[in-house]
């Protein structure tokens, strides 16, 4: 089955770090760059980080940069975002996306179920 | 960065009734928008991208049109399964990628 599975989600005190993980199976991950998208409680979309097919170039929101980390193990078939110095506006559902190029610059074909971090002391 | 702004906020319809949503870029973006859509307690699906382009089994009530900055999500005789909230993206620079901030579509 063609699915992305979040996981890393929950409850974490402001200033601390989480790592979210996704696994991809069904399709081959490492010929597509992959995105993190995330959603505050009855909120819009925003964007947080992608990277392409190769780790080779990567990409952060300006809300995120210098505090997330995007990575990938093809071999693993995973995703993984490492957020640091997690502060309260950065509760949300994660949600891990495909993108339809390697390289990144495409629209998403495809959605994780999504995994909620909560912020708060 | 470029700014996706989408119109309504929240649009009203009657089921069997057309639904039209729009959605602006800050600029031009070609025809490199896509269109989700997102039901409560999922995630976004894909409906259209290319600004035309349907995603595999997307009802052909379902299209899409524009190009540059001015972009519209038409869909004919609304169904009881469409009512969500609708987002657009732009794709032609990233990064980042740009979400629109959502359209809510509810039953009138």
């Known amino acids: 089955e063609v699915q992305l599975v979040e996981s890393g989600g929950g409850l974490v005190q402001p200033g601390r770090s989480l790592r979210l993980s996704c696994a991809a199976s069904?399709?081959?991950?490492?010929?597509?760059?992959m995105h993190w998208v995330r959603q505050a409680p009855g909120k819009g979309l925003e964007w947080v980080s992608g990277?392409?097919?190769?780790?080779?170039?990567?990409g952060y929101a300006d809300s995120v940069k210098g505090r997330f980390t995007i990575s990938r193990d093809n071999a693993k078939n995973s995703l993984y975002l490492q957020m640091n110095s997690l502060r309260s506006e950065d509760t949300a559902f994660y949600y891990c996306?495909?993108?339809?190029?390697?390289?990144?610059?495409?629209?998403?074909?495809?959605w994780g179920r999504g995994t909620l971090v909560t912020v708060s002391s | 960065e470029i700014v996706m702004t989408q119109s309504p906020a929240t649009l009203s319809v009657s089921p069997g009734e057309r639904a039209t949503l729009s959605c602006r870029a800050s600029?031009?973006?070609?025809?490199?928008l896509a269109w989700y859509q997102q039901k409560p307690g999922q995630a976004p699906r894909l409906l259209i991208y290319?600004?035309?382009t349907r995603a595999t089994g997307i009802p052909a009530r379902f299209s899409g049109s524009g190009s540059g900055t001015e972009f519209t999500l038409t869909i004919s005789s609304l169904q009881s399964e469409d009512f969500a909230v609708y987002y657009c993206?732009?794709?032609?620079?990233?990064?980042?990628?740009?979400f629109g901030q959502g359209t809510k579509l509810e039953i009138k």
């Open positions: 996306a495909k993108d339809v190029y390697s390289s990144g610059g495409g629209y998403f074909d495809l």
């Open positions: 069904g399709f081959p991950f490492g010929d597509y760059a």
């Open positions: 990277m392409t097919w190769n780790s080779a170039s990567t």
């Open positions: 600029q031009g973006v070609s025809t490199n």
């Open positions: 290319g600004a035309s």
């Open positions: 993206q732009q794709y032609n620079y990233w990064p980042p990628e740009s």
